[in-house]
Protein backbone atom coordinates (compact mmCIF):
# COMPACT_ATOMS: atom_id res chain seq x y z
CA UNK A 1 0.00 0.00 0.00
CA UNK A 2 1.10 3.39 -0.97
CA UNK A 3 2.02 6.20 1.31
CA UNK A 4 0.02 9.34 0.03
CA UNK A 5 2.44 12.70 0.81
CA UNK A 6 0.34 15.38 -0.27
CA UNK A 7 2.96 18.26 -0.45
CA UNK A 8 2.80 21.98 -2.18
CA UNK A 9 4.85 25.13 -2.02
CA UNK A 10 2.94 27.63 -0.40
CA UNK A 11 3.51 31.26 0.64
CA UNK A 12 3.76 32.48 4.79
CA UNK A 13 -0.26 33.33 4.23
CA UNK A 14 -1.24 29.79 2.89
CA UNK A 15 -1.48 30.14 -0.69
CA UNK A 16 -0.29 27.84 -3.54
CA UNK A 17 -0.42 30.53 -6.34
CA UNK A 18 -0.22 34.05 -6.51
CA UNK A 19 -3.32 36.54 -8.10
CA UNK A 20 -2.59 34.88 -12.10
CA UNK A 21 -2.90 31.53 -10.81
CA UNK A 22 0.59 30.71 -11.64
CA UNK A 23 3.01 28.94 -9.07
CA UNK A 24 4.74 32.90 -9.42
CA UNK A 25 4.06 33.71 -5.70
CA UNK A 26 7.84 33.24 -4.87
CA UNK A 27 11.48 33.19 -6.36
CA UNK A 28 12.47 30.33 -8.67
CA UNK A 29 14.25 27.23 -5.95
CA UNK A 30 17.90 27.97 -5.42
CA UNK A 31 20.14 25.21 -7.24
CA UNK A 32 20.99 23.74 -3.43
CA UNK A 33 16.85 23.54 -3.08
CA UNK A 34 15.94 22.43 -6.17
CA UNK A 35 18.45 19.89 -5.25
CA UNK A 36 16.06 18.69 -2.33
CA UNK A 37 12.85 18.37 -4.76
CA UNK A 38 15.36 16.80 -7.00
CA UNK A 39 15.67 13.90 -4.69
CA UNK A 40 11.94 14.08 -3.31
CA UNK A 41 10.70 13.53 -7.19
CA UNK A 42 13.42 10.37 -7.57
CA UNK A 43 12.37 9.12 -4.36
CA UNK A 44 8.04 8.94 -5.50
CA UNK A 45 7.05 5.69 -6.85
CA UNK A 46 3.95 7.59 -8.23
CA UNK A 47 2.53 11.35 -8.89
CA UNK A 48 -0.64 11.90 -8.22
CA UNK A 49 -1.76 15.11 -9.92
CA UNK A 50 -5.17 17.04 -10.27
CA UNK A 51 -5.46 19.00 -13.25
CA UNK A 52 -4.57 22.71 -12.96
CA UNK A 53 -1.16 21.56 -11.40
CA UNK A 54 -0.21 18.98 -14.09
CA UNK A 55 -0.56 21.41 -16.67
CA UNK A 56 1.75 23.73 -15.21
CA UNK A 57 4.21 20.72 -14.88
CA UNK A 58 3.97 20.23 -18.44
CA UNK A 59 6.69 22.58 -18.37
CA UNK A 60 9.02 19.30 -17.58
CA UNK A 61 8.28 17.72 -20.76
CA UNK A 62 9.25 20.44 -23.03
CA UNK A 63 12.74 20.81 -24.15
CA UNK A 64 14.41 24.03 -22.95
CA UNK A 65 18.56 24.20 -23.55
CA UNK A 66 18.88 26.91 -20.74
CA UNK A 67 17.78 25.10 -17.92
CA UNK A 68 20.70 24.47 -15.69
CA UNK A 69 21.93 21.05 -14.37
CA UNK A 70 20.40 20.80 -11.49
CA UNK A 71 16.74 21.40 -13.72
CA UNK A 72 17.57 18.82 -15.88
CA UNK A 73 18.10 16.61 -13.57
CA UNK A 74 14.92 17.29 -12.58
CA UNK A 75 13.45 16.92 -15.83
CA UNK A 76 14.97 13.57 -16.25
CA UNK A 77 13.54 12.29 -12.49
CA UNK A 78 9.99 14.11 -13.47
CA UNK A 79 9.57 12.06 -16.74
CA UNK A 80 10.78 8.75 -15.14
CA UNK A 81 7.70 9.62 -12.69
CA UNK A 82 4.57 7.94 -13.24
CA UNK A 83 1.96 10.02 -13.15
CA UNK A 84 -1.89 9.58 -13.22
CA UNK A 85 -3.58 12.79 -13.75
CA UNK A 86 -7.48 13.41 -12.00
CA UNK A 87 -9.61 15.56 -13.91
CA UNK A 88 -12.73 15.49 -15.78
CA UNK A 89 -12.05 17.85 -18.40
CA UNK A 90 -8.99 17.02 -19.85
CA UNK A 91 -9.36 14.03 -22.91
CA UNK A 92 -5.40 13.28 -22.90
CA UNK A 93 -2.30 13.36 -20.90
CA UNK A 94 1.50 13.46 -21.78
CA UNK A 95 4.44 10.81 -21.92
CA UNK A 96 4.36 8.36 -18.93
CA UNK A 97 0.66 9.75 -17.50
CA UNK A 98 -2.62 7.90 -17.23
CA UNK A 99 -5.85 9.95 -17.05
CA UNK A 100 -8.05 9.09 -14.33
CA UNK A 101 -11.82 10.71 -15.16
CA UNK A 102 -13.93 7.55 -14.06
CA UNK A 103 -14.91 6.35 -11.18
CA UNK A 104 -12.75 8.61 -9.52
CA UNK A 105 -12.79 6.90 -5.70
CA UNK A 106 -12.81 3.53 -6.27
CA UNK A 107 -9.38 4.31 -8.62
CA UNK A 108 -7.83 6.19 -6.42
CA UNK A 109 -8.62 3.70 -3.73
CA UNK A 110 -7.63 1.19 -5.86
CA UNK A 111 -3.99 3.18 -6.65
CA UNK A 112 -3.14 3.63 -3.18
CA UNK A 113 -3.92 0.11 -2.45
CA UNK A 114 -1.69 -1.55 -5.47
CA UNK A 115 1.36 0.65 -5.31
CA UNK A 116 4.28 0.65 -3.25
CA UNK A 117 6.09 3.55 -2.07
CA UNK A 118 5.60 7.01 -2.10
CA UNK A 119 2.69 8.74 -3.84
CA UNK A 120 3.52 12.26 -4.32
CA UNK A 121 0.48 14.15 -4.19
CA UNK A 122 -0.76 17.90 -5.40
CA UNK A 123 -3.31 20.06 -6.55
CA UNK A 124 -5.64 21.80 -4.35
CA UNK A 125 -8.72 20.33 -5.77
CA UNK A 126 -7.27 17.29 -5.61
CA UNK A 127 -6.60 17.13 -1.83
CA UNK A 128 -10.35 17.42 -0.98
CA UNK A 129 -11.10 14.26 -2.32
CA UNK A 130 -8.24 12.90 -1.01
CA UNK A 131 -8.87 13.89 2.59
CA UNK A 132 -12.57 13.28 2.02
CA UNK A 133 -11.19 9.24 1.22
CA UNK A 134 -9.48 9.09 4.00
CA UNK A 135 -6.05 8.71 2.01
CA UNK A 136 -3.59 11.25 3.00
CA UNK A 137 -1.02 9.84 5.27
CA UNK A 138 1.01 13.27 5.54
CA UNK A 139 0.56 16.80 4.52
CA UNK A 140 3.87 18.87 3.78
CA UNK A 141 3.77 22.43 3.29
CA UNK A 142 6.61 23.74 2.11
CA UNK A 143 6.50 27.61 2.89
CA UNK A 144 8.20 30.25 0.81
CA UNK A 145 9.12 33.42 2.91
CA UNK A 146 6.60 35.61 0.92
CA UNK A 147 3.43 37.18 1.50
CA UNK A 148 0.76 37.01 -1.11
CA UNK A 149 -1.61 39.51 0.46
CA UNK A 150 -4.31 37.43 0.54
CA UNK A 151 -4.86 36.53 -3.46
CA UNK A 152 -4.50 33.34 -5.17
CA UNK A 153 -5.51 29.86 -4.64
CA UNK A 154 -4.86 28.53 -0.59
CA UNK A 155 -3.18 25.13 -0.11
CA UNK A 156 -6.73 24.43 1.80
CA UNK A 157 -9.60 25.41 -0.11
CA UNK A 158 -12.49 27.17 1.71
CA UNK A 159 -14.60 25.30 3.71
CA UNK A 160 -11.83 22.05 4.49
CA UNK A 161 -11.78 20.75 7.41
CA UNK A 162 -9.14 18.85 8.70
CA UNK A 163 -7.88 17.76 11.89
CA UNK A 164 -3.74 17.73 12.18
CA UNK A 165 -0.83 16.53 14.12
CA UNK A 166 2.27 18.10 13.87
CA UNK A 167 5.46 15.63 12.77
CA UNK A 168 7.73 17.79 12.47
CA UNK A 169 9.19 21.28 11.16
CA UNK A 170 12.65 21.72 8.82
CA UNK A 171 14.51 24.50 7.37
CA UNK A 172 15.71 23.82 3.88
CA UNK A 173 17.68 26.49 1.66
CA UNK A 174 16.10 29.80 0.29
CA UNK A 175 14.72 30.13 3.86
CA UNK A 176 11.94 28.09 3.15
CA UNK A 177 10.28 25.82 6.09
CA UNK A 178 8.85 22.61 5.70
CA UNK A 179 6.01 21.80 8.12
CA UNK A 180 4.92 18.39 8.17
CA UNK A 181 1.32 17.04 9.37
CA UNK A 182 -0.92 13.93 9.82
CA UNK A 183 -4.44 13.86 9.58
CA UNK A 184 -6.19 12.61 13.23
CA UNK A 185 -7.94 9.55 12.32
Do not use: C
Not at 20 to 32: T, V, Y
Not at 76 to 85: E, Q
Not at 119 to 129: C, D, Q, Y
Not at 133 to 150: K, N, S
Amino acid sequence: MGKVIFAMNTSVDGYISGESGGPDFAPAPSDELMQYFNDLQRSAALSLYGRIVYSDMRYWDTEDPNRSAVEKEFTAAWRATPKVVVSTTLTEVGPNATLLSKDVDTELRRIVADTDGMIAAEGPTLVETLARLGLVDEYHLYQRPVVTGGGGKPFFAVGTKIDLTLLGVEVLPDDTVLLRYQPVR
